[in-house]
């Protein structure tokens, strides 16, 4: 019984040092280097694309990304209520609505069976997050897509390196996104990247990333970009990540099925669902959400996961139930039950790479001892 287990921890020991060395040794520093390209080549092809535009996190990318669709005021765009404020804020800083469906009680993933009935003439988009380890069932979703019209935006941010009936994630969105943050699959540190198989589309994501400058007049702007770039340091670092993508993918399933071994059978908590016809659990993060029996919340469960050394995490908070748009009076009165359940039910136990067997043995057992 030694030491806190740190919610994550990456594993940095493959070919990051020696090529952040050779961006020091050659200077290549910013975002002109070599690694950028390469780094966005290997990553499009490992997820079967045939565009990559690496950006600065993750965030910025679904920015740039509902840009790129022209996504504009007027237009409402429709996305699961539980998931991250990246995905609302992309929308809703173009002036765009965001319109929110509740997620499945099991999977945590979008219920794809309530997109349609919320969709109005004025939608011009869906997008789709794959949550936490399992995708979103995609079938329906692009069904609907294909029969309205719409533009498909699927943020993949947590699903690098997971398909849906063997088809990787982040091969279905017109335009699909990720994210580099440490505790994602693959990390820069922080970075993004933007997939696509359409050529204008990921024109005008290289474009919007670097302020829209023009090729022939450099600071006259036809419209207004961002500095989204990312530096050769970070792409550097993703391309020896991305190295190792499938062991890092096998250590994360191990990492499930060793929780869900010693887990299995406590009471107070429903674990993550193991697999679906279309996809086994990838263990992005591996959530837990408090029985009804359990007489305190998430936020209690963590403080008492913390007493015991183990970091954890909640889950998202609705966008539905997020002030920063009930001020405004977005969502006002809407309800979305399972979404507001698992948001004060659910938190994270440690998922990272870096995990040790005797750490995962040492999670689990305060998991049993919390909530006994
Ligand atoms: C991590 C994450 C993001 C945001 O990525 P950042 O790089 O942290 O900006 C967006 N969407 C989902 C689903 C994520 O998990």
Not at 66 to 93: K, N, W, Y
Not at 184 to 198: A, F, L, S, Y
Request: glycine share 8%; proline share 5%; charged share 25%.
């Amino acid at each position: 019984m030694t030491g806190f287990i740190p919610v994550n921890e990456p594993v940095l020991d493959g070919n990051e040092r020696k090529y952040l060395n050779e961006c020091i040794d050659t200077g290549w520093i910013s975002s002109e280097g070599p690694f950028i390209r390469e780094f966005e080549n290997r990553f499009a092809d490992r997820v079967g694309r045939k565009h990559g535009v690496a950006v600065c996190n993750g965030s910025a990318a679904l920015d740039a990304a509902a840009a790129a669709l022209r996504i504009t005021s007027g237009d409402e765009v429709i996305l699961p209520t539980f998931t991250i404020i990246s995905c609302a804020s992309a929308i809703s800083r173009l002036g765009a609505t965001p319109v929110v469906v509740d997620c499945d009680q099991a999977t945590w993933n979008m219920d794809v069976s309530k997109i349609e009935s919320r969709i109005t003439p004025r939608t011009r988009a869906i997008m789709v997050v794959h949550i936490y380890g399992l995708p979103v069932d995609m079938d329906p979703v692009l069904e609907l897509a294909a029969r309205y019209g719409l533009s498909l935006i699927e943020d993949a941010a947590e699903m690098l390196g997971q398909t849906y009936r063997g088809r990787p994630c982040g091969s279905f969105g017109d335009i699909s996104t990720f994210s580099f943050y440490p505790n994602k699959h693959v990390t820069t540190g922080e970075g993004g990247m933007i997939v696509t198989d359409d050529e204008a589309l990921a024109e005008r994501c290289r474009s919007l990333r670097n302020l829209a400058f023009q090729p022939a007049r450099r600071f006259v702007h036809e419209e207004l970009g961002w500095n989204f770039r990312m530096t050769n340091l970070q792409a550097a670092v993703g391309l020896a990540q991305l190295e190792r993508l499938d062991e890092f993918v096998a250590r994360k399933r191990a990492i499930f099925d060793a929780y869900t071994r010693l887990l299995s059978g406590a009471s107070g908590i429903q674990l993550p669902v193991a697999s679906t016809d279309y996809a086994t659990n990838a263990n992005w993060v591996y959530g837990l959400v408090l029985t009804d029996a359990v007489p305190f919340d998430a936020g209690e469960a963590i403080r008492r996961m913390a007493d015991r050394g183990v970091g954890c995490r909640p889950f998202f908070w609705p966008m539905h139930e997020q002030p920063a748009y009930l001020k405004d009076g977005l969502f006002a009165g809407e309800r979305h039950p399972c979404a507001e359940r698992i948001a004060r039910r659910g938190f994270y136990i440690p998922s990272g790479l870096a995990l040790t067997e005797e750490q995962i043995a040492r999670v689990a057992a305060a998991v049993r001892e919390m909530l006994a």
